[in-house]
């Protein structure tokens, strides 16, 4: 069966520091791979999307950026945090059928970091 | 742009009491609508609608699709303390690869 690792589950970091979480998925090869942010009273907001090693998408302009190394591992990063990158990060993975990767049967989470920039 | 908009924001209720839960959204070329369920970390998947007027069952939980109003409602039956969550609705459509998700609602079941 298919998991999806993420980690770390918490993290407190200065303003400035550097960021990098990480998310791996067992179980399943070539999967499209998602990085979402989840704060307070927004709802979860897509970051970034892959659906092959190195194929990167990003959906907002920010501080933040992703790299897919391997198949099954996915990588957010920054150089410099901010005060406005707190929030939830959450990792996720999905089938990826169809022609151009289009066809979305559901997501499957991780369980998420809770990322602190003071 | 694509919108989902879910009401209400938040709820309280008894245990025992039905919940109907809103999900409205406006989307170009509509795939999918997906319910989760979010405890505490990670949202679990709840159903999956394709088809309008077609009810999807889980035990106490339903959810139906109205693709010609733009809408779906989930419903929770003789609720338990347990399904305190946040419930959130998310959309896929075919100009894009991920899921468009809108705030979630709140729901709080006391004893």
């Known amino acids: 069966s298919q998991t999806i690792h993420q980690w770390p589950a918490t993290l407190v970091q200065p303003v400035g520091s550097p960021l990098s979480l990480e998310c791996t998925v067992e179980?399943?090869?070539?999967?499209?791979l998602y990085w979402y942010r989840q704060a307070a009273g927004r709802g979860l907001q897509l970051l970034f999307y892959?659906?092959?090693?190195?194929?990167i998408s990003s959906e907002v302009p920010q501080n933040l950026s992703a790299s897919r190394p391997q198949d099954r591992q996915f990588i957010l990063s920054s150089k410099k945090l901010l005060l406005s990158d707190s929030g939830f990060y959450l990792c996720?993975?999905?089938?990826?059928?169809?022609?151009?990767?289009?066809?979305?049967?559901?997501?499957?989470f991780g369980s998420g970091t809770q990322l602190s920039v003071l | 742009e694509d919108k989902v908009v879910q009401s209400p924001l938040s709820l309280v209720v008894h245990e025992g009491d039905t919940v109907t839960l809103n999900c409205s959204y406006e989307v170009t070329n509509f795939r999918s609508l997906l319910w989760y369920k979010q405890e505490k970390k990670a949202p679990t998947f709840l159903f999956m609608l394709?088809?309008?007027?077609i009810e999807k069952k889980s035990g106490r939980l339903s959810s139906i699709l109205d693709k010609k109003e733009l809408f779906s409602i989930l419903n929770i039956t003789a609720t338990q303390t347990g399904d305190s969550a946040i419930y959130l609705c998310?959309?896929?459509?075919?100009?894009?690869?991920?899921?468009?998700f809108g705030k979630g609602t709140s729901l709080l079941v006391t004893p």
């Open positions: 996720a993975w999905s089938v990826s059928r169809g022609r151009g990767h289009r066809i979305l049967q559901k997501l499957f």
């Open positions: 998310a959309v896929h459509s075919n100009s894009g690869y991920a899921l468009n």
């Open positions: 892959s659906v092959g090693i190195g194929q």
């Open positions: 394709t088809s309008s007027g």
């Open positions: 179980g399943t090869s070539n999967p499209n």
